[in-house]
């Protein structure tokens, strides 16, 4: 214990770290669970964003061991109260997590680039692709970047939770310039992730609500941002007063938000089919309408896809009544599955009409 008056009663905040990052934790990996499903069932087809995502999940996993581990040793609580063996544990699980936080935030994110990968193509796409090839290296640089600053912010290293060590060098300042750099950079990612989808959303076959709800939670990114922001007002204060263990707390539950967030954005948007199989097998949602699918192949090409669907409609016509026609719905109805954003729905008898943007 430390030597001095209390800063207040031998209270934790840990129980509330510990409950929110939990609640997230279920929500973001039931939608991860829910997505790999789709994606191995019935066919296996896991593209590149599938394994960015896992690999997300995976750091994520490393990241919040480490975090619950700390909090048994004295996270959350007025450093006053813990003795100076469990403060120096606590604060050596804290930082182990972070490597491997940095990479499941950049790996979170490079998922959601490269299922945007999946809506450009041909010559209007060359910007896009270009666009979204830098952001990917964007992350990667920056992950490497926190990485270099983690592990060279003191010489010898264990002096970052192992204050015995006497003469330390430790970089403070540049420290801080790190948090600045990387918080500035993070922000902007995640309103142009945010942003992006939006170029496309509204030239959807989509009712006006749709593509609102739909741009609303490609948008998590925004909310993100936020806590990104409060995050770096928070690391501006973290330990003046002498009390880490109790400061890291909030800095922590605002970069597993951020986190979490950016896992279910990745997620989310992939689930369409999935919930619809729910809903159907929960009655809530009839099986019986007479659908035309549009998936997010047809996206790449906005300017023609709809005259393509009418086309593509009067060609099925021909062939309504021989086997091929059979095989290749059942083929559609198999790569179905693999659709990104949701399905346009065209009744029936508005097929010939395909070009109406239905608001």
């Known amino acids: 214990m430390a030597s001095g008056s209390p800063p207040g009663p031998d209270t934790s905040i840990a129980p509330l770290l510990m409950g929110i990052t939990a609640g997230l934790h279920v929500l973001s990996w039931s939608a991860f669970g829910a997505r790999i499903y789709t994606r191995v069932k019935p066919v296996l087809r896991l593209g590149c964003d599938d394994f960015f995502i896992t690999a997300a999940v995976t750091f994520d996993v490393v990241t919040w061991t480490q975090l619950m581990i700390s909090t048994s040793y004295g996270l959350g609580r007025h450093n006053h109260y813990v003795s100076a063996a469990k403060m120096m544990q606590a604060e050596k699980f804290l930082f182990t997590g972070q490597p491997a936080f940095a990479w499941a935030l950049a790996c979170a994110k490079i998922s959601i680039v490269c299922m945007l990968f999946r809506v450009q193509t041909g010559i209007s796409g060359i910007f896009w692709r270009s666009f979204l090839s830098i952001m990917i290296v964007v992350q990667v640089l920056t992950a490497i970047m926190n990485n270099i600053f983690q592990f060279s912010l003191c010489k010898p290293l264990p002096a970052i939770w192992d204050h015995t060590i006497k003469n330390p060098k430790c970089i403070v300042a540049a420290m801080h310039i790190n948090i600045i750099v990387t918080a500035v950079i993070t922000i902007l990612t995640d309103v142009i992730l945010s942003l992006l989808p939006l170029t496309f959303i509204l030239r959807m076959l989509l009712p006006l609500r749709e593509k609102i709800a739909l741009a609303c939670l490609m948008g998590l990114g925004l909310i993100a941002s936020a806590a990104s922001i409060y995050k770096t007002f928070l690391a501006k204060h973290y330990g003046v007063g002498g009390d880490t263990l ?65 086309q593509s409609y009067e060609l099925s016509k021909m062939r309504s009544n021989t086997p091929q026609h059979t095989r290749i719905s059942r083929l559609r109805s ?14 029936a008898g508005n097929r010939h009409i395909s070009n109406r943007h239905d608001n």
């Open 246 to 310: 109790r400061d890291a707390v909030k800095l922590t539950l605002c970069a597993m938000i951020e986190l979490q967030l950016g896992i279910l954005a990745s997620c989310i948007p992939c689930l369409r089919q999935f919930m619809d199989k729910v809903l159907r097998r929960l009655g809530l949602l009839s099986d019986n309408r007479s659908t035309t699918h549009i998936g997010y192949g047809s996206l790449g090409n906005s300017q023609n896809s709809q005259s393509q669907n009418s």
């Open 334 to 347: 198999t790569n179905s599955e693999e659709s990104i954003l949701p399905f346009v729905y065209i009744p």
